[in-house]
């Protein structure tokens, strides 16, 4: 996949972070490699019931490809496959961690809001 580079000012530090880990599931893959280290393919796609199987294996090569995650096939019968975070993948913790709390606020508030305009 060929990237867009923007020619941007104040935006291009925000621009780069989401060039990596937008994608439908991107960062819900990077928050389940950040809470349970290093993840087999099957029970990423057992957390993310709603992600097809090509899906998956399309975000997390692209997120392999953009150095994020490392990618370990064992030699075993059946073969076993594990996904890490790479140190560069480890850079968007603090990331992928703010937007958990963020996201809990919201939804939080969302449903208070909701509940008293009912």
């Known amino acids: 996949m060929v990237r867009h580079t923007y020619d941007c000012q104040d935006g291009c530090p925000v621009e780069s972070t989401l060039q990596i880990i937008s994608g439908k599931w991107k960062s819900v893959i990077l928050f389940h490699l950040i809470k349970n280290g290093t993840e087999r393919f099957g ?13 998956l294996a399309l975000q997390l090569k692209e997120l392999e490809n953009d150095g994020v995650l490392v990618k370990t096939i064992y030699p075993v019968m059946p073969p076993k496959t594990e996904y890490r975070l790479t140190s560069f993948g ?3 913790v603090p990331v992928i961690i703010a937007m958990e709390k963020w996201g809990r606020y919201y939804n ?7 509940s008293s305009q009912a």
């Open 43 to 55: 029970d990423l796609q057992r957390q993310m019931k709603d992600c097809s199987h090509r899906m």
């Open 90 to 92: 480890e850079t968007l």
């Open 108 to 114: 939080t508030t969302h449903r208070e809001a909701e």
